[in-house]
T-cell receptor, first 113, second 115 residues
Framework: DAKTTQPPSMDCAEGRAANLPCNHS???????VYWYRQIHSQGPQYIIH???NNETNEMASLIITEDRKSSTLILPHATLRDTAVYYC??????????????FGSGTQLTVLP | EPEVTQTPSHQVTQMGQEVILRCVPI?????FYWYRQILGQKVEFLVS????????KSEIFDDQFSVERPDGSNFTLKIRSTKLEDSAMYFC?????????????FGPGTRLTVT
């Protein structure tokens, strides 16, 4: 699975959009970009994933560049409860098996009041 | 909304004792996982399980560890003889495949303290 690079920390004002970047320059054609977050030692929480197209759900939007070498997770209106470590993970899918997630150090997002 | 549950939330055991950590995955999921996180460190993969057998395991998952799906709902992780370095949060996760993507849903974790 391709390696990802994320800034170690970011701050965001409450109510503003939080834009979390991720570089995955060695991503290959069948690899998905996943985003998870972990709030203070709780279990990691799935946020969103994508392959090529931009994706949006009730939690966030995922913007993937056309060359797929980087992506941005957008939390449109950050709240204090969004303070967490955010992980960008690239993983390939393979039919008939479910592959592990490899967690890096992630980005510590702190939402400030 | 369905969720993964884990019991107990906190387990304290003495070195050398056996422990069993329990998980109830989301009911229609077919793939099951255990991860662990030592305090202050990254989340690490231990093992994945599908169709009643191990699919993948990491170097951490040595002969002291085993997994089982004893019935249609539970998924367990057994550590045969615990060591001090097994102290960690243990997370269970489950997933189902949608095409080639397998988003995993994690439980709240069991904090294992080995004394």
């Amino acid at each position: 699975d391709a390696k990802t690079t994320q800034p170690p920390s970011m701050d965001c004002a409450e109510g503003r959009a939080a834009n979390l970047p991720c570089n995955h320059s060695t991503i290959s054609g069948n690899e998905y970009v996943y985003w998870y977050r972990q709030i203070h030692s709780q279990g990691p929480q799935y946020i969103i994933h994508g392959l090529k197209n931009n994706e949006t759900n009730e939690m966030a939007s995922l913007i993937i560049t056309e060359d797929r070498k980087s992506s941005t997770l957008i939390l449109p209106h950050a709240t204090l409860r969004d303070t967490a470590v955010y992980y960008c993970i690239v993983r390939g899918g393979s039919s008939g098996s479910a592959r592990q997630l490899t967690f890096g150090s992630g980005t510590q997002l702190t939402v400030l009041p | 909304e369905p969720e993964v549950t884990q019991t107990p939330s906190h387990q304290v055991t003495q070195m050398g004792q056996e422990v069993i950590l329990r998980c109830v995955p989301i009911s229609n999921h077919l793939y099951f996982y255990w991860y662990r996180q030592i305090l202050g460190q990254k989340v690490e993969f231990l093992v994945s399980f599908y169709n009643n057998e191990i699919s993948e395991k990491s170097e951490i998952f040595d002969d002291q560890f085993s997994v089982e799906r004893p019935d249609g709902s539970n998924f367990t992780l057994k550590i045969r003889s615990t060591k001090l370095e097994d102290s960690a949060m243990y997370f269970c996760a489950s997933s189902n495949n949608r095409g080639s993507s397998y988003e995993q849903y994690f439980g709240p974790g069991t904090r294992l303290t080995v004394t």
